[in-house]
């Protein structure tokens, strides 16, 4: 049996007015929210905004979404075969879809655009 969740997704920038969209995507039981956002953006929208670094090894605390109102990890929360609600954080500033502002102030530089971005 193939299994499909369906991923309403806020997308957006700052300042913009939000829009939600829908993915449906394929997946084995256990594969992780991460996964879902992973695929869709190799295989149907590569402007899919999100953060992760580690890839599910709960490590760099970088993939903290909203998942049906609830703060997650999007790499240890599940998919599951039904419509989930993905938003970005609320608490920090948004930068693209579900991608938020998560450097320290002290570790932010700001660029002569007065944008900001994060010291490498
Ligand atoms: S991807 Fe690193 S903690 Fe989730």
Same mark, same amino acid.
């Given at each position: ?8 997704? =806020?997308?957006?920038? $700052?300042?913009?007015?939000? /829009? ?9 039981? !256990?594969?992780? #929210? ?14 899919? =905004?999100?953060?992760? $670094?580690?890839?599910?090894? /709960? ?9 049906? !109102?609830?703060? #997650? ?48």
């Amino acid at each position: 049996m193939n299994l499909v969740a369906t991923l309403l997704i =806020a997308r957006g920038g $700052s300042g913009e007015s939000e /829009n939600w969209q829908c993915f449906d995507v394929p997946f084995e039981p !256990g594969e992780s #929210v991460l996964d879902g956002l992973r695929r869709i953006r190799t295989s149907t929208d590569p402007t899919l =905004a999100f953060r992760f $670094s580690c890839i599910n090894a /709960n490590a760099c605390k970088e993939c903290m979404i909203v998942v049906d !109102g609830a703060t #997650v990890y999007a790499c240890t929360a599940r998919l599951e075969a039904r419509e989930m609600r993905l938003e970005p954080l609320r608490n920090k500033r948004l930068i693209r879809d579900l991608a938020v502002e998560i450097a320290p102030p002290d570790e932010r530089i700001t660029f002569i655009d007065g944008t900001e971005g994060k010291r490498s």
